[in-house]
């Protein structure tokens, strides 16, 4: 190959490998309410990393909650990957009535950006409301709260207020 041949394929590998990826500055699209999957892109067959494999530790300080109740989320950081709410199960009981936190925590390196629903594990229907709190943008077409900002995140808390006629189980996703 001449001189010339080497410096056309070296200008368009340079051109290709600066191009940068840009998310969602304000939040995740409305349009991600309607995937399946929303945490997910769609690459085919692509199956959710085993739970035993995951680099988070979830904790949760109770699991009980009763109809028209609110449920405090809290999310630390660990990865710039925010599918950690994925698959991940919330039972509530229609009986009790008392205001219940869930907390999710995570120790790492800051996130950017979530979107974080929550679904019937029944249905897999959107599910609840969810209250605005700073730094977040809700989607109450589809019970799904998400970042307002692009910034560096350490943690984010979340506020889902499940409906006055709650019965069965809530999954956040």
Not at 11 to 31: E, K, Y
Not at 73 to 100: C, E, K, R
Request: charged share 10%.
């Amino acid at each position: 190959m001449h001189l010339t041949g080497h410096v056309k394929i070296l200008f368009t590998l340079v051109l290709f490998s600066s191009i940068s990826v840009f998310g969602f500055p304000d939040g995740g699209p409305v349009d991600a309410c309607v995937k399946p999957r929303p945490n997910q892109p769609y690459h085919g067959e692509a199956r959710s990393q085993p739970l035993n494999t995951s680099p988070y530790k979830i904790l949760a300080s109770s699991s009980q909650y009763g109809p028209g109740s609110q449920v405090t989320d809290y999310i630390a950081h660990l990865n710039n990957v925010m599918y950690i709410l994925q698959n991940f199960q919330f039972y509530y009981n229609i009986i009790t009535t008392q205001l219940v936190y869930f907390s999710v925590t995570i120790v790492g390196a800051p996130f950017k950006g979530f979107f974080v629903q929550a679904r019937d594990t029944t249905s897999n229907k959107w599910i609840g409301s969810w209250t605005r709190t700073p730094n977040t943008n809700i989607h109450s077409e589809c019970s799904a709260v998400t970042h307002a900002d692009p910034h560096d995140k350490e943690q984010a808390t979340f506020i889902w207020n499940s409906p006055a006629d709650a019965r069965g189980s809530v999954y956040f996703t």
